[in-house]
Structure formats: C-alpha cells, structure tokens
C-alpha cells in the first residue's frame, strides 16, 4: 500500500506500531493494538491486534486455559476508536481518558494465535469528547463489542470554568 | 406518563452528571465534587446540548461555574426553565 506524508490524508495508508505510538500515548504493556490499517480521520479507524502465548497475561489468565482477558479486549477496542481522531494533527500524541462506556458485550473466547480485527466508529467529536461504537472479531466472527465516550483532557482544560 | 419539564431536565442532567442529590445543587459549583472536574464539566455540557437541543459558545461554557448560574445561561438559548 501507498504512503502518504500528509496525515490528515490516510487513504490506503498504513499505521505500524511507531505511527500508532506517535499518535497516541499507550505503551506496553498497555498497547493492544498493533496496526492500523485503514482510518478515515473523524469517521472511522480499523485495527488488528495478533495475540502470541508471549503476552504477559496468559500465564495469569489462566495457566490451564489461556485466553484475553476482558478488560483487555475493551483496550483493543478503545485503543483502535481513538485512532479516529488522534490521527488529526491537532490531537496527534494527546492523552485521554475514559468518560463512559456502555453495552460492552463480549461473544467469544480470545486465544492465543487469534488475531483480532477491531472496527470502530466516531459518531460524534466534539469540543475533547469523542463518541462512538467498535465491534472486533476473529475470522469474521464477533468476538466483542462496547460504545464509548472518551475525553482529551488537554482540549477540555481550554474549556473548564477559570 | 407525565413528562419532565425543562426544570427538571435540567436539574437530573446535575444529578445524573455529578452523581448529587435535588437537595444538594442549588448551592453546587465547580470542583466542589470529584465528578465536577473539566471531563465532567464537558459531560454535563454535551448532556444540555442533547437534551435541551442547543449548541452553547465556548464563553458560555467557561462562565458555567455553578448551578445556578448554568440556569441563567441556558435561559439565553430559549429555553425556559
């Protein structure tokens, strides 16, 4: 796929782990994306997340029947929707934080060697609050899916009474 | 089914938002719950917006320090409380 240098202007550009992690503020062993490879800023962001019996996790969780644990599924989820905006010049690197999420449902087991794909929409942004829904799967099957609404506390300052 | 008049809109968007009490919000102002940070602060703002179908100006949303004074600014987009 063809890159672009203008990143407000994603079209068939791909986000490796270094432009992810320019973008937004996550590190591990909190990172749970690791590409992104289709995003239309303020709209829409698709994500992939491989998952090896080497992350951290699994021993834990649990020896005898490794698999994602759910506060980690709704990281990929989010993690892949704030891609939507943080992508944009003007929010690229800000750090955000979580406002509410709703009707987190999950449908299937994450093991390891899945490899999630995770889509997400922003259906409304504005003013630092951003909202919308994301839905992941495994092989084209539903694994999770939650609506969020999440803040950028540095655009939210600029806001608050003084 | 009775439906909630604008006062009272107004007044569980408070509640809802800074998890409070009726009894607790005529005296209520910024920063006097954890919840009324600047992230709850834009909450309650977008909740008015949805609710009362208004889009308010960013000096508008500054001089929202308090309860009280968020009625008397909502009054200026036509809505009657």
């Known amino acids: 796929m063809k890159s672009t240098n203008n ?13 992810i992690q320019e973008c937004q503020r996550n590190r591990y062993p909190m990172l749970f994306i690791d590409e992104i490879d ?38 990929c989820l989010v993690q892949t929707f704030i891609m939507t905006f943080l992508c944009m010049n003007e929010y690229r690197g800000k750090k955000t934080s979580f406002v509410k999420m709703n009707n987190v449902t999950y449908r299937r087991k994450i093991i390891p060697g899945n490899v999630l794909e995770i889509n997400a929409t922003l259906n409304r942004f504005k003013r630092g609050i951003a909202s919308g829904s994301v839905v992941s799967n495994v092989g084209g099957d539903i694994a999770c899916s939650a609506e969020f609404v999440v803040a950028i506390p540095d655009v939210l300052d600029t806001f608050k009474p003084k | 089914m009775s439906q909630k008049t604008n006062s009272q809109k107004y007044d569980a968007v408070f509640m809802e938002t800074f998890m409070v009490e009726a009894s607790e919000l005529s005296n209520l102002k910024y920063q006097d719950v954890i919840a009324w940070d600047s992230v709850g602060h834009m909450s309650m703002v977008a909740e008015l917006e949805d609710v009362f179908d208004i889009e308010m100006d960013i000096d508008d949303i500054i001089d929202m320090t308090d309860y009280k004074k968020g009625k008397e600014i909502i009054l200026k987009y036509g809505v009657s409380l």
Do not use: L
């Not at chain 1, 990143?7 to 432009?19: A, C, K, L």
């Open chain 1, 38 to 75: 289709q995003v239309v800023p303020g709209v829409s962001a698709r994500g992939k997340k491989c998952f090896s019996f080497n992350e951290w996790f699994f021993p834990a969780h649990y020896d005898d029947d490794p698999n994602v644990p759910g506060f980690i599924q709704v990281e």
């Open chain 1, 7 to 19: 990143h407000d202007n994603f079209y068939g550009h791909v986000f490796d782990i270094v432009e």
